[in-house]
């Protein structure tokens, strides 16, 4: 396999997965400071999808860490097989979570006569961007663990 940024075991791939985490864990302590955000769905999902990326990327930083440590890059074609799969399981749940809670965020606070909660709104409004960038860093990984997986 040949080596890309953002091979597992490289600081480029423990660079990615640690804002995986943060952005994850702001989305969610952005949503759960909010009193009504289990009255929606959608902002439920979003905190599951979210939850299950902290778990999936700190995983896999995890593993990072030890393979720098062990100054290896990991190109073992099971394992990146593996990531590849919960790179884009995960990419395609928080996708669905953001775009969701987006579109409900855009529905009930703008579209049908404005926001009455105030402070919520942006929090609302914070967690769904944090969604998106947790996205866009998920999917950066996901397509270089594909990539890696083709050119192996």
């Given at each position: 396999?040949?080596?890309?940024?953002?091979?597992?075991?490289?600081?480029?791939?423990?660079?990615?997965?640690?804002?995986?985490?943060?952005f994850?864990?702001?989305?969610?302590?952005?949503?759960?400071?909010?009193?009504?955000?289990?009255?929606?769905?959608?902002?439920?999902f979003?905190?599951?999808?979210?939850?299950?990326?902290?778990?999936w990327?700190?995983?896999?930083?995890?593993l990072?860490?030890?393979a720098?440590?062990?100054?290896?890059?990991?190109?073992?074609?099971?394992?990146?097989?593996?990531?590849?799969?919960?790179?884009?399981?995960?990419?395609?749940?928080s996708?669905?979570?953001?775009?969701?809670?987006?579109?409900?965020t855009?529905?009930?606070?703008?579209d049908?006569g404005?926001?009455g909660?105030?402070?919520?709104?942006?929090?609302?409004?914070?967690?769904v961007?944090?969604?998106?960038?947790?996205?866009?860093?998920?999917?950066?990984?996901?397509v270089?663990?594909?990539?890696?997986?083709?050119?192996g």
């Open positions: 396999m040949k080596d890309f940024a953002g091979t597992p075991g490289t600081v480029t791939a423990l660079i990615l997965r640690m804002l995986q985490c943060f994850a864990a702001g989305a969610i302590a952005s949503m759960a400071t909010t009193s009504t955000f289990y009255e929606f769905t959608a902002f439920c979003l905190i599951a999808a979210m939850g299950l990326q902290i778990l990327s700190f995983a896999l930083a995890t990072d860490i030890y720098l440590a062990k100054k290896k890059v990991i190109h073992n074609a099971g394992l990146v097989s593996l990531f590849v799969v919960g790179d884009w399981v995960t990419a395609t749940l996708l669905a979570a953001a775009a969701s809670s987006a579109g409900i855009v529905l009930y606070f703008s049908l404005g926001c909660f105030g402070e919520e709104c942006q929090k609302y409004q914070m967690a961007g944090l969604a998106f960038l947790t996205w866009l860093t998920i999917g950066i990984s996901s270089i663990m594909f990539w890696i997986l083709a050119a």
